[in-house]
């Protein structure tokens, strides 16, 4: 399968073939503080099946040897590299995909971390748009 995906503004663009090891959700603290978010969705591939095809991603060292890519331009994260505890894996960031279908989530990951809330945000009231 090849897939292709991208910062917002289009300015980095990247490209993965093969297949994923795994497609998680993952609440670790470190995560959510550079999304922003309550959890961030990752797809992991082998380095060698990694391109960044356009634009050159701004890389910072948010912990340790994690390393985070992402559009200097408009922000967006989109991938994550660490030698130490994921060793010739890059981790890209699947709500980036061109098509963020194609590769749903089979876990949750740092649960340990996990905003407590986040446990039951399924049961919230879900509205297509806006509420009135």
Known sequence: ???SGG???GAVRYAVKGEAQHSSLCHCADCRKSAGAPMVGWAAYA???FEVTQGEPVVFNSSGSAMRAFCGTCG???FYRNAEFLP???DIQTAT???PEALPPQLHV???ERIG???SAHELPAFERYPG
């Open 1 to 3: 399968m090849e897939l």
């Open 7 to 9: 910062c917002q503004c």
């Open 47 to 49: 380095d060698a099946d």
């Open 76 to 78: 967006t994260g989109l």
């Open 88 to 90: 010739g894996l890059v």
């Open 97 to 99: 995909l061109d098509d």
């Open 110 to 112: 740092q649960v340990a």
């Open 117 to 119: 809330w986040m446990e």
